[in-house]
């Protein structure tokens, strides 16, 4: 009876729900919660806190939208898009790097970036975690890397990826940042170079 009952335990600790990765987790949350927001309020929540434009530095929600524009997306195809990459690569990084390394990350990307969009286009809403989704894959790069010095692999993500979207910047007219994806691509590559090299 006593190795029925112990069986029976193990069998349930195996299909035990995990809190893994709880800064992306909640990133993702706050990404779902922030769609569902500008369904209820008619996109006002968006242009409100959620996307980032051409505003007076002296209004305080421009900074809001420094940080907020990452959370924001203009579609659940975009949603789904991104968040799918994030929580395949997110999970990976903060159990590297840490949970606190990975929010630090996050928010760093999240203002340079928004900078970036604020100071280069005019009259546009631009949103999306697209930025942080470039920063995570170039970041990806030099995760399993211990030596010092840049691994091939991330130079080969490097033309990929951030090549890629340089050659569509500058050949298509559509309704994509590809200045936030090369920015937050960047960001990626320098602290994932950066960290490599201090340890």
Known sequence: MDNSYQSSSNSQQKFKVIFNSPVVVSFSGICLAAMLLDYVTGGWSTVTFFSTYESSW?????YVRLVGHIFGHGSWEHFFSNITIL???GPMLEEKYGSKFICEF??????VTGLAAALFYTNIHLMGASGIVFAFIMLSSFTSFKGSGIPITFILVAVIYLGGQIISGMTMNDNVSYLTH????CVGSLVGY??????
């Open 106 to 111: 996050i928010f760093l990307t999240g203002v």
């Open 87 to 89: 929580l395949l690569i």
């Open 182 to 185: 090369i920015v937050g691509g």
């Open 194 to 199: 950066n960290f490599n090299q201090k340890k």
């Open 58 to 62: 002296l209004n305080p929600l421009t």
